[in-house]
């Protein structure tokens, strides 16, 4: 790994082509591990059905984001021909790729199709490839590296990707009585401050004439205020209040977020504290190196209040729930906090052994050689 830092960041490029191949192999099976994490937690009953659904769902997402990006940089390091850069990944504080990674990306999918119709065929390439190794006795790069580039084009053609933004979606959820419907809204983004996904649910209740995904005035506007409200900054408190107050018929009783991430890897990331020593001291191998720790924070509303609208109406306005006794008080802004951690077995041991601060409240998921998931 060479170290390509900005002013800003210690932002690190893998400018090795089996480093990024293990880089990119290692994200998948995490992501493969947190979909059993959801399983577990809606055995629980910490999540219904269909919040595991939508969690699965952007998991998934993110999967594919960097499946993709693991063919655009599949050669990083050989020689192609053609200098395209190499994996830019925050290995201070995310372990994440940096968050203009998913912004050129995105730009490249809007061209996708364009680069498609110039290149040759899958099958084409590979036959090219098969005579360059077996005519030639060449190594096809070049041929190799145009192939990787049709897939990476490919996958963004198919969409349904994590980017920087992903726009708020709505499910209905019920009737309470005539006129009175439930949501659950979710939507997420890919935090550029700290270069960390980010999913938020919202349930609320929609008293408004016209069903809020059908109505052609409000969706809009709630989809846009959602987005600009997505901010990892921003206390759960000040989002919820602001979009209880710019929505008279729009009552949000639970607001969550999951922060998901750092991921700490002693192969790949540099940050500091007890996991970075973890991780040295359990010398695990390959693919065992990491630790990926997550946070929910939930916002509960525990009554609601009628204000004065006007002369003759009033409005309903959502008092929350907070928690003044918890470890950041009233300060948190939420009902409650919790932080989860997902690693493979023998990492956990040498968790267990030293015992670090701080992590006696932190729920704990422990990967074993066989791939199952169990929570301690």
């Known amino acids: 790994m060479t170290n390509q830092t900005d002013p800003f960041k210690d932002h690190v490029g893998l400018t090795d082509t089996f480093a990024s191949r293990r880089y990119f192999a290692k994200f998948e099976g995490i992501m493969q591990h947190m979909l059993r994490v959801a399983g577990v937690m809606e055995a629980e009953g910490r999540l219904t059905r269909e919040e595991t659904a939508i969690l699965t769902r952007y998991a998934v997402k993110l999967t594919d984001t960097f499946r993709a990006l693991g063919h655009k940089y599949l050669l990083v390091g ?45 099958e084409r390439l590979k036959d090219e490839m098969i005579e360059t190794i077996l005519g030639r006795r060449e190594i096809p790069t070049k041929l190799q590296f145009a192939l990787s580039q049709r ?39 890919y935090d550029s401050q700290v270069n960390l996904p980010v999913i938020y649910l919202m349930d609320l209740e929609d008293s408004g004439q016209i069903g809020l995904p059908k109505d052609e005035r409000r969706w809009p506007e709630v989809q846009a205020h959602l987005s600009a409200q997505a901010l990892g900054g921003l206390k759960l408190l000040t989002i919820a209040k602001g979009f209880d107050e710019d929505f008279d018929d729009l009552h949000p009783k639970r607001l969550r ?24 001291e359990a010398n695990a191998p390959a693919g065992q190196d990491w630790a990926l720790v997550w946070t929910e924070e939930d916002l509960l509303s525990d009554r609601v209040v009628e204000e004065k609208a006007g002369w003759f109406s009033t409005v309903e306005r959502e008092i929350f729930a907070l928690d003044p006794f918890g470890p950041k008080g009233a300060d948190l802004g939420a009902t409650r906090e919790e932080r989860s951690i997902i690693l493979p077995q023998r990492p956990y041991q040498v968790l267990e052994e030293k015992q670090p601060p701080g992590f006696s409240t932190v729920r704990k998921f422990v990967v074993s050689p066989s791939g199952r998931v169990l929570q301690y």
Request: no cysteine; net charge negative; aromatic share 12%.
């Open 257 to 280: 977020r999951f922060h998901l991430g750092p991921m700490y890897s002693h192969a790949f990331t540099q940050q500091a504290g007890p996991l970075r020593d973890v991780l040295a």
């Open 78 to 122: 050989r020689e192609t021909g053609r200098f395209f850069g190499s994996l830019m990944i925050d290995a201070r504080d995310s372990g994440f790729p940096v968050a203009t990674e998913l912004m050129t990306m995105a730009n490249d999918a809007q061209q996708a199709e364009n680069h498609l119709a110039g290149m040759p065929e899958v």
């Open 151 to 189: 897939l990476y084009y490919e996958e963004l053609l198919r969409g349904d990707l994590f980017w920087v933004q992903n726009d708020p979606q709505a499910q209905w959820t019920g009737n309470i009585r005539e006129g009175r419907r439930t949501f659950r809204l979710h939507w997420a983004r």
